[in-house]
Every structure is written in C-alpha cells, then in structure tokens.
C-alpha cells in the first residue's frame, strides 16, 4: 500500500471546548508512544474520516504535524453513537528500528467445497491474530484460503496461515481459525420428529397387541355346549 499521510496541527483546545472544534469541521485526536510525549492535534474531519475508513488496525500512517513526522498506527476510534460519525483517534507513534507486537486483522477468502457439496456452516473461530514484526513490515491483513475446506470437520489452524518470513505469529500454532461443521437440526424440529415417530410406533403395535390378547382369551374360554 502507498504512503498514507494525515496532515495535522498542534491544538491547545480541550475538555468541553473541543465541542466547538468538532463543529469546525475538526477532528480532535492525539499521538502517544513510548518514545513520545503525548500530543494533542486536530485533523481535517471529513478527509482524515475518509482515509482511515480504508485503514485496518495494522496499517501504517505517516501523520504530519507542522512539517515534523510521526510513523503511527490507530489504536482507538471514538465515534458519535447517534450519527456514526468520528469524534476522536487516538494514534500509536512507533519506531521504525524496533520491532511492535499488534493484532492484525484475518481476511478469509475462497470458495469451501464443504459448504458448496455438503451444505456445510463455517464456524470463525478467529478473526485476528496477534504477530510481532518492525513497523514497516506490519501487514494490514492476512489472507486465509478457505478452499482447503473440502469436507465437514475440515478445520484451519494458525499453522496454516501464510506470512512473510519477517513477520512472526505469536498465537499458538495449533489454535484453529475456521472449521467446517454439519448443520445441525432445530431442537423443536427434533423433538417434534421424535414424537411423531412415537405416535406412528405406538398406533402400529396396538392392532398387533389387541390381536393377540383376542386370540389368547378365546383359546382359554371354555368351549360352549
């Protein structure tokens, strides 16, 4: 992915004055980090909402502020609950020289032979994995095929992903991301079948029973003069 950049100005504005600020069109958002001192900034609302609407977790910024650089991640996203729209980010500086340890997002792809054959339900255990790698190296996603899927109880573990061989996966290698199950039967539907085939059971062996004990009664009757 190219170069993302997020141009930004130092704020001084805060608490309930950042009201004021949102409805000028600004984003209020701030930049922390190990090696950095927090710093409040504004962005431009409606072109800062549009590009990190194309971001995942682990995709690298550039953000701008005053003409000085920071390489950065979005850690959190606030939103209005109301309209959806951002209402503040918080942004994780990073040093390009040191290795990070963050979430990246799975991107399942493919068609499952289990589920176009056999009708089978793909149960997502997982939807992101935790890896360490330089910041440079982050991937924004990783690509789960779902085409080894071929029959039911087909499962995909962690071992079974791909990654560049500078990023490494610190979930446990056995853990399983995606498994192909049968469809199961709705309980009411089961317990109905079950008393209908009782009742069907039942009607056809009381004929046979009256029958016998019929025939039982009439051979222990004494004969009639």
């Known amino acids: ?15 309930k004055q950042v009201k004021a600020l949102r409805r000028a069109g600004e984003l209020p958002a701030v930049i922390y980090g190990r090696h950095v001192e927090p710093i409040s900034i504004s962005l431009e609302a409606h072109n800062a909402s549009l590009i990190l609407s194309k971001l995942t977790s682990s995709s690298l910024v550039t953000i701008n502020v005053d003409g000085t650089e920071y390489a950065a991640i979005v850690r959190e996203k606030q939103r209005n609950f109301i309209k959806g729209n951002l209402t503040h980010v918080d942004f994780l500086a990073l040093d390009l020289s040191e290795k990070i340890r963050t979430k990246v997002r799975l991107t399942f792809t493919g ?3 289990a589920v176009k054959d056999y009708s089978a339900v793909l149960v997502h255990r997982m939807d992101a994995v935790e890896v360490e790698c330089l910041p440079a ?3 924004e996603r990783i690509v789960v095929d779902i085409s080894s899927l071929k029959e039911i109880g087909n499962n995909i ?3 079974d992903f791909t990654v560049p061989a500078n990023v490494t996966i610190l979930d446990d290698a056995d853990d399983i991301a995606i498994i192909a199950t049968a469809v199961k039967e709705d309980a009411g539907d089961v317990a ?3 008393a209908a085939a009782a ?4 009607a056809a062996a009381a004929p046979a029973l009256s029958v016998e004990r019929g025939k039982k009664e009439e051979e222990a009757a004494p004969a009639k003069k």
């Open 1 to 15: 992915m190219d170069k993302v950049i997020l141009k930004a100005t130092k704020r001084d504005v805060r608490g």
């Open 192 to 194: 109905a079948d079950a």
């Open 199 to 202: 009742a069907t059971a039942a």
């Open 111 to 113: 068609v499952s032979p």
């Open 137 to 139: 190296d982050l991937p």
């Open 157 to 159: 573990h962690v071992r």
